[in-house]
């Protein structure tokens, strides 16, 4: 375990000493003096010195957010200053350039780090719904990721947010800790608050199988919240029916679609609950009005206003907010919390509200 703790601390100072080698050079060579190098370093060092885990630490709360700011500015600085270097050679003024993309990767760092996500709010037109569900409001949060970067309290405000809106239906899709068992009983705790008119439903994600996942599901469940695992239920809104499912995690090989949806009575409208949003196709397929789906993050480093350019492409084409094919509907939610450097840009936190609308 010892070695282990050594080989991964060794691993992450090459990284991040990679990582912070375009900006450290380039403050040193505007600067020139060494300073910007040795603030790298005393911003560094203490907080990889008690790192023994990706998902763990030991340290004190600012010192971390302090060298994950940091190295968080740096990874984008190293992706902004080509197009930096490249609009002065196109005849830029040369301050203005590196100016903002200094400012840029400041701003990236310190974005993620006690940010209040935004109430994304979308209208969702679905062929044949009921009058008595139009105007229905759905809610939604994904990507938690409770643990040493999301600290539970956060967590309770971001319920906070979502319960002043006096939803119909509340929804939680997935990733609700980063790892391990430390972090289970707070996001229980805080999610467990979270209220709806017709009740709160949620589905797992890949990370909250990072732990003891029947132990989990079973906390979820002890505070409220309907976890649906390959299943689903009946919702009665004022006489109309709403069927509600949940499909379990893609990496784990858990999920089951046409299990999730068996139980769907002729003729109801469907919401699914899909953490990977690369499921749609199969909702798509059985006639699913509306999937709702996170795990992307909106890629947390994207070109503002572009959703096809972000690291979720890596993973799938639905990168994130809304997509349509022919009568179904997804909604890919960026994601409240962050994995990795705490860090976004161009793909802002989001808690969201979907209206369901009958289509004309």
Same mark, same amino acid.
Request: glycine share 8%; net charge positive; proline share 6%.
């Given at each position: 375990?010892?070695?282990?703790?050594?080989?991964?601390?060794?691993?992450?100072?090459?990284?991040?000493?990679?990582?912070?080698?375009?900006?450290?050079?380039?403050?040193?060579?505007?600067?020139?003096?060494?300073?910007?190098?040795?603030?790298?370093?005393?911003?560094?060092?203490?907080?990889?010195?008690?790192?023994?885990?990706?998902?763990?630490?030991?340290?004190?709360?600012?010192?971390?957010?302090?060298?994950?700011?940091?190295?968080?500015?740096?990874?984008?600085?190293?992706?902004?200053?080509?197009?930096?270097?490249?609009?002065?050679?196109?005849?830029?003024?040369?301050?203005?350039?590196?100016?903002?993309?200094?400012?840029?990767?400041?701003?990236?760092?310190?974005?993620?780090?006690?940010?209040?996500?935004?109430?994304?709010?979308?209208?969702?037109?679905?062929?044949?719904?009921?009058?008595?569900?139009?105007?229905?409001?759905?809610?939604?949060?994904?990507?938690?990721?409770?643990?040493?970067?999301?600290?539970?309290?956060?967590?309770?405000?971001?319920?906070?947010?979502?319960?002043?809106?006096?939803?119909?239906?509340?929804?939680?899709?997935?990733?609700?800790?980063?790892?391990?068992?430390?972090?289970?009983?707070?996001?229980?705790?805080?999610?467990?608050?979270?209220?709806?008119?017709? $009740? %709160?439903? =949620?589905?797992?994600?890949? *990370? #909250?199988?990072?732990?003891?996942? +029947?132990?989990?599901? !079973?906390?979820? @469940?002890?505070?409220?919240?309907?976890?649906?695992?390959?299943?689903?239920?009946?919702?009665?809104?004022?006489?109309?029916?709403?069927?509600?499912?949940?499909?379990?995690?893609?990496?784990?090989?858990?999920?089951?679609?046409?299990?999730?949806?068996?139980?769907?009575?002729? $003729? %109801?409208? =469907?919401?699914?609950?899909? *953490? #990977?949003?690369?499921?749609?196709? +199969?909702?798509?397929? !059985?006639?699913? @009005?509306?999937?709702?789906?996170?795990?992307?993050?909106?890629?947390?480093?994207?070109?503002?206003?572009?959703?096809?350019?972000?690291?979720?492409?890596?993973?799938?084409?639905?990168?994130?907010?809304?997509?349509?094919?022919?009568?179904?509907?997804?909604?890919?939610?960026? $994601?409240?919390?962050?994995?990795?450097?705490?860090?976004?840009?161009?793909?802002?936190? +989001?808690?969201?509200?979907?209206?369901?609308?009958?289509?004309?």
């Amino acid at each position: 375990m010892k070695r282990s703790r050594h080989s991964f601390r060794t691993k992450m100072a090459i990284v991040v000493t990679v990582l912070q080698l375009p900006a450290v050079l380039w403050l040193c060579a505007r600067t020139r003096n060494v300073l910007p190098l040795a603030i790298a370093v005393a911003l560094s060092f203490p907080y990889l010195r008690q790192l023994h885990s990706p998902w763990s630490h030991d340290g004190r709360r600012l010192p971390m957010y302090v060298a994950l700011a940091w190295w968080a500015s740096c990874i984008v600085f190293a992706l902004l200053f080509p197009f930096a270097w490249l609009a002065v050679l196109l005849g830029a003024p040369q301050q203005l350039a590196y100016v903002i993309a200094a400012a840029l990767s400041l701003w990236s760092g310190l974005s993620a780090i006690g940010s209040r996500p935004r109430v994304r709010k979308k209208d969702v037109r679905i062929e044949g719904l009921p009058p008595e569900l139009d105007g229905y409001r759905i809610g939604q949060i994904s990507d938690v990721h409770c643990g040493p970067y999301t600290p539970a309290s956060r967590v309770r405000r971001w319920v906070s947010q979502l319960n002043a809106l006096d939803l119909d239906l509340m929804t939680v899709t997935g990733d609700l800790i980063t790892s391990g068992s430390s972090h289970v009983r707070d996001v229980a705790q805080a999610l467990g608050a979270l209220r709806a008119r017709d $009740g %709160v439903f =949620a589905c797992m994600g890949n *990370h #909250d199988y990072f732990t003891d996942g +029947e132990r989990f599901v !079973r906390e979820l @469940e002890r505070h409220g919240l309907a976890v649906l695992r390959n299943r689903g239920v009946v919702i009665d809104v004022d006489g109309a029916k709403l069927y509600v499912a949940g499909v379990d995690d893609t990496w784990t090989a858990r999920n089951d679609v046409p299990r999730a949806l068996a139980a769907r009575p002729a $003729g %109801v409208p =469907a919401v699914l609950l899909a *953490h #990977d949003p690369n499921l749609f196709p +199969e909702a798509v397929a !059985r006639n699913v @009005e509306l999937t709702l789906s996170g795990h992307t993050h909106g890629g947390q480093l994207a070109f503002p206003g572009v959703r096809r350019l972000s690291l979720a492409r890596f993973v799938t084409e639905f990168t994130a907010g809304l997509y349509r094919r022919g009568r179904s509907w997804l909604y890919v939610n960026r $994601g409240a919390g962050t994995t990795g450097p705490p860090a976004r840009l161009g793909a802002p936190a +989001e808690l969201a509200v979907l209206t369901l609308r009958a289509a004309t």
